[in-house]
C-alpha cells in the first residue's frame, strides 16, 4: 500500500479508487457540516491559506464578497476536461458549486457560497481541500 500526502495536508491511499477516495472525504464533509453554511472569519482563512499550495482569496477582505481560487495544471487538454468534469461530481455530491474555467492545459476553480452574499464559507474551505486531493490524485495517476 502506497500512501501519498496532498498540498492540504493528510495522506491518501493509491491502491483505492478515486471514486473511493472521494466518497470517504465526501463523507467526512457530511459527517462534520450541520448543512447550514457558516462564514468563516479572515484569521480561518489567512490560516488555511499558509497551509495550502497556491489558493488565493480575491476580493478584499474588508468586503464581504470574496472567493478562494487557484489555476491547475495539466499535460492536456482531455486531463483538464476530466478534472473539471470529477470537480463537477463532487459538487453535485454537495449541492456546492464552484466556478470553473477551463483552458487547453490549465483549470481554474473559485469558490464562494451564493448564500452567504458571495462569502467564503466553511464549505468552500473544505472544497478546496476536496479539489487539492482530487488533482494530486489525477496528476499522480494520470488519468
Request: charged share 20%.
Amino acid at each position: 500500500m502506497k500512501n501519498v500526502s496532498y498540498a492540504s495536508g493528510g495522506l491518501i491511499s493509491t491502491n483505492i479508487s478515486t471514486g473511493d477516495i472521494i466518497k470517504q472525504n465526501l463523507l467526512r464533509v457530511y459527517d462534520n457540516s450541520t448543512n447550514k453554511y457558516q462564514a468563516v472569519e479572515n484569521d480561518t482563512i489567512g490560516d488555511y491559506l499558509t497551509k495550502s499550495d497556491g489558493w488565493l482569496v480575491l476580493g478584499d477582505r474588508s468586503e464581504e464578497s470574496q472567493s478562494l481560487s487557484k489555476v491547475f495544471y495539466f499535460e492536456s487538454f482531455p486531463v483538464s476536461i476530466k478534472f473539471s468534469y470529477l470537480v463537477s461530481e463532487i459538487a453535485q455530491m454537495l449541492n456546492h458549486y464552484p466556478i470553473i474555467h477551463i483552458d487547453w492545459d490549465k483549470v481554474t476553480i473559485e469558490l464562494h457560497t451564493w448564500a452567504l452574499n458571495n462569502s467564503i464559507s466553511d464549505f468552500d474551505l473544505r472544497s478546496a481541500i476536496l479539489t487539492d486531493q482530487l488533482y494530486d490524485f489525477v496528476v499522480k495517476d494520470d488519468l
